[in-house]
Each structure stands twice: as structure tokens, then as C-alpha cells.
């Protein structure tokens, strides 16, 4: 058998697709890949993520290309996904989650806490400006696109002191070298999905879903249910600073989440346990209390003062 695997064309997302096409072999070694790269919105438009008002900047394109049967499944970075796919796919397997968390990276080896006031630390992600902002309003965030590589480039070429970025993609670029801080889950909330792939196929597609199951998750999956569940109950998106983290220990489930006003100085959050498999409850119920809270009202400021909103602010 052979199978056509859509994905990005960045070096981290063929790593990443090559990754899951190892854990395939070793678990069914008579099926054969070939690789094609296609091209999102997320590639071709330099703007800010923040202000760019669609779903699914990174991966549309690409499960269309499922849908359409060019391709048979798709690799994705899993925070990149909506809170809802079209109705024929289905996340059919989440392999082993990577480490969620952000990191810190600079080249004079600097904490973030002793990086000297007004050095300029390069994010386009909402959540993270405002973190930053929250532990060290005194520096200038200002935003930054490419991947990885580039951003990291960018870095030290001297165009940003410090950058923030996602541990588990440079690990999976055996970047950890450059790493200088792991940033505390209690300051730097991750996406929810952060650190986690997901293998999208059509949802007919019995015979290769059969397959994608074998390198599934349990654990991984249950995480990623709860925080995609709070995700799609609060329509949340790039728009929305909205962390979240699922961690299973053993039949238990904790998801803890947290939400930011605009200016950065009032956070609501939540943190609540469940069964491991009543992962989807749990995320809608974290929802729920997170809208009791006030939510709501921080997500409608932040709907009307997104596109006016600068992160150099």
C-alpha cells in the first residue's frame, strides 16, 4: 500500500511529518509514503497571525487537499487546527504529545526575568505578548513571522534581543542548545494543542483510519480532547489570548486554563480534574466556569480592539 501525506513545506513540518512516517512503518512495515508539500495562507501572507481574521491559516489548504483525495491523510502541528473540522475529516490519530511548553531563547544566555529593560523580544502570537508584558512590561514586544530557523535568524542577526518559542518544535529540530529558559506553566499558559500532531484523514476512510489508530496516543488524546473541547465552546482563536494545558495522571485528568484582558492586567483562570475518559466534559465544563468568570466580556474587548491593538504598545 501507498500513500500520498500532506504537509507544510517548513523544515520543522517534514520533520514532523517524517516523524509520524517512521512510528507508521514500525507498527505496520508494508505500506509505503510519498510526501507533498502544499502551500497555506499562513506561508504566503507576512502579516501579523493576530490580524489575520480566518481559521485555520496553516492547515486549510492542505485538508482540502484530503478532502479533494490528493492526498490521503494530512500531518499537522496540532494547536494549528480550529476548534472544528469540516464534517467528512476527523482527527483519526494523536501521536505522542512533545513538550508544551515555551521556552526563552537569546544569544547572550539571558533569563527572561535578567534581560535589560527595553531589549525587544520578537512574538506574533497574542498569548505570548501578553504573558511577556504581564512578567516584564518593561521590555518592547514586537512581532515577528517566519519559521523557526528564520525567526531564530532573526534572533541573532541582532533584529530582536530575545525571541519566545515552542520547545517541542525546536527539540524536534534538535534545536535544544539554543534554549535558555523553560518558561513557568503559571506565566506562559500554552495554545491548547501546543506540542501534540494530529494525523487528519477523511472520516470514511476506514481502512487507513484503521492504520493512523495504531500510533494513537491514549493519554495524548485525552489532553488534547479536553483543551479542544474548551477551544470550540469558547470560539476562541488567534483573536483570543487563550491558554490552556491538559495533563493526564493515570486515570485522572487535570485541564487548567486562563484567559487575559486586553491591557494584560486582569486574568481569569480555572483549573479543574476529571475522569481521563470524560475528557470532552471537562473541557466544556472549564468552558463554562471560564464564561462565569467574565470571559466572555475579555473576548468581545478583544474583538473590537484586535485590529487596532499593537503588540509594540
Not at 15 to 21: C, E, G, I, K
Not at 289 to 302: A, H, I, Y
Amino acid at each position: 500500500m501507498k500513500f500520498k501525506v500532506g504537509t507544510r513545506g517548513s523544515k520543522l513540518s517534514i520533520v514532523q511529518t517524517q516523524l509520524v512516517l517512521d512510528i507508521l512503518n514500525k507498527v505496520q512495515d508494508d505500506i509505503e509514503f510519498e510526501i507533498v508539500t502544499i502551500k497555506t495562507k499562513g506561508d504566503t501572507d507576512a502579516r501579523p497571525l493576530y490580524t489575520i481574521d480566518r481559521n485555520g491559516i496553516f492547515e486549510k489548504e492542505i485538508d482540502a487537499a484530503v478532502q479533494d483525495g490528493k492526498v490521503d491523510f494530512a500531518v499537522h502541528s496540532l494547536k494549528d487546527i480550529p476548534s472544528f473540522l469540516p464534517e467528512d475529516l476527523t482527527i483519526a490519530s494523536i501521536p505522542r504529545r512533545e513538550s508544551p511548553y515555551d521556552v526563552f531563547v537569546n544569544n547572550k544566555r539571558l533569563k527572561l526575568k535578567d534581560i535589560t529593560s527595553d531589549s525587544i523580544i520578537g512574538t506574533s502570537s497574542l498569548r505570548r505578548a501578553i504573558q511577556i508584558r504581564r512578567v516584564r512590561g518593561d521590555v518592547i514586544i514586537r512581532p515577528i513571522r517566519g519559521n523557526i530557523e528564520t525567526r531564530v535568524n532573526k534572533m541573532m542577526n541582532k533584529e530582536f534581543d530575545a525571541v519566545v518559542l515552542a520547545e517541542s518544535g525546536l527539540k524536534r529540530l534538535g534545536m535544544e542548545d539554543i534554549i535558555v529558559e523553560r518558561l513557568s506553566i503559571d506565566d506562559f499558559m500554552p495554545s491548547p494543542g501546543q506540542g501534540a500532531i494530529a494525523i487528519v484523514s477523511r472520516d470514511d476512510d476506514h481502512e487507513l483510519i484503521k492504520i493512523l489508530k495504531k500510533i494513537d496516543y491514549e493519554k495524548s488524546r485525552a489532553e488534547i480532547t479536553a483543551e479542544r473541547a474548551l477551544l470550540f465552546r469558547m470560539n476562541a482563536g488567534c483573536r483570543f489570548p487563550l491558554g490552556a494545558l491538559g495533563s493526564v495522571n493515570g486515570s485522572k485528568l487535570e485541564l487548567y486554563a486562563n484567559v487575559y484582558s486586553v491591557d494584560g492586567t486582569e486574568m481569569i483562570d480555572v483549573r479543574k480534574s476529571g475522569r481521563i475518559d470524560n475528557a470532552e466534559n471537562l473541557g466544556i465544563s472549564v468552558a463554562n466556569e471560564l464564561e462565569e468568570k467574565g470571559s466572555m466580556k475579555l473576548s468581545l474587548l478583544w474583538r473590537d480592539a484586535v485590529d487596532k491593538w499593537s503588540v509594540n504598545k
